[in-house]
């Protein structure tokens, strides 16, 4: 039988699979090693018997280490699709979703009056202000405030759009 792997992490040239079933198998390991390791897609393989992982540095396609592994009974992708659209996706997901909370937040506060890009311009403004009055005009600080401010404004959507 064919054991079950999962994508825990994956880059454009790497991917770190994990085979719950197989941890501690050093045999088992040992035979993923030397079957990729004449593989034409694959820089360089390591296992991990003791974590029940394995990192593939490749050139090929991560559909097809998938097809291979599977055609040598080593393992299988138990849901390639969504490991592959979960490990891209996550990261921008939860920034999204945080500035978004974020956002929301800060619109329930104020009453719908501002929001954070509106806070943030509103704020390196008074940034900018408090560096002139110190003094502090020959210095980036304040210009760098004003600037930053102007960029934030001009990316501002207004309403309806």
């Keep these: 039988m064919t054991a079950d792997a999962f994508i825990v992490h994956l880059t454009p040239r790497r991917v770190r699979v994990k085979i719950p079933s197989k941890k501690g198998d050093v045999s088992f390991w040992e035979s993923v090693k030397k079957q990729f390791s004449d593989y034409h897609g694959i820089t360089t393989i390591e296992v991990n018997p003791v974590t029940g992982s394995a990192l593939f540095t490749h050139t090929e396609d991560i559909g097809m280490i998938g097809k291979y592994a599977q055609a040598n009974n080593l393992f299988r992708f138990k849901d390639l699709k969504q490991d592959l659209t979960n490990e891209a996706t996550t990261l921008r997901q939860r920034i999204s979703k945080t500035f978004e909370a974020t956002n929301n937040h800060v619109k329930r506060l104020t009453g719908g009056n501002l929001d954070v890009p509106v806070t943030m311009?509103?704020?390196?403004?008074?940034?900018?202000?408090?560096?002139?009055?110190?003094?502090?005009?020959?210095?980036?600080?304040?210009?760098?405030?004003?600037w930053y401010a102007l960029g934030m404004f001009s990316n501002l959507k207004p309403d309806g759009d």
């Design 121 to 146: 311009f509103l704020i390196l403004i008074g940034v900018g202000i408090y560096q002139i009055s110190r003094g502090n005009i020959m210095i980036p600080a304040w210009y760098t405030a004003f």
